[in-house]
């Protein structure tokens, strides 16, 4: 089983950035595909980006590309999200996800391990 806990949101100014970080503990990352999901009030949780584990290819949203970098910090087993040029779109509980071995799908079901969720809210 793996732990997931998110951490680094918060309210930011449009135009602003973050970086949230996933921190995973339980067992080993190898093979696994780790995800940033986001879910908005009243709307239904939606990808942000995703990448490899092992190799740390990600793959984006369209609404976030360009603007947002998924990356990994494999002796830390964390993954982080940076969010720059932040739209009060972006407004929504962001979560951490995790799934083991296979491609990166952008589908939640196909996830096995979440996190507890953290808030990040756009706004002047």
């Known amino acids: 089983q793996v732990q997931l806990v998110e951490s680094g949101g918060g309210l930011v100014q449009p135009g602003g950035s973050l970086r949230l970080s996933c921190a995973a503990s339980?067992?080993?990352?190898?093979?696994?595909?780790m995800a940033w999901f986001r879910q908005a009030a009243g709307k239904e949780r939606v990808f942000v980006a995703a990448?490899?584990?092992?190799?740390?290819?990600?793959y984006y949203a369209d609404s976030v590309k360009g603007r947002f970098t998924i990356s990994r910090d494999m002796a830390k087993n964390t993954v982080y999200l940076q969010m720059n040029s932040l739209k009060p779109e972006d407004t929504a509980v962001y979560y951490c996800?995790?799934?083991?071995?296979?491609?990166?799908?952008?589908?939640?079901?196909?996830?096995?391990?979440w996190g507890q969720g953290t808030q990040v809210t756009v706004s002047s």
């Open positions: 996800a995790s799934r083991r071995g296979g491609v990166i799908t952008t589908g939640s079901a196909a996830y096995e391990y």
């Open positions: 339980g067992r080993s990352l190898y093979n696994y595909v």
């Open positions: 990448l490899y584990w092992n190799t740390g290819t990600a």
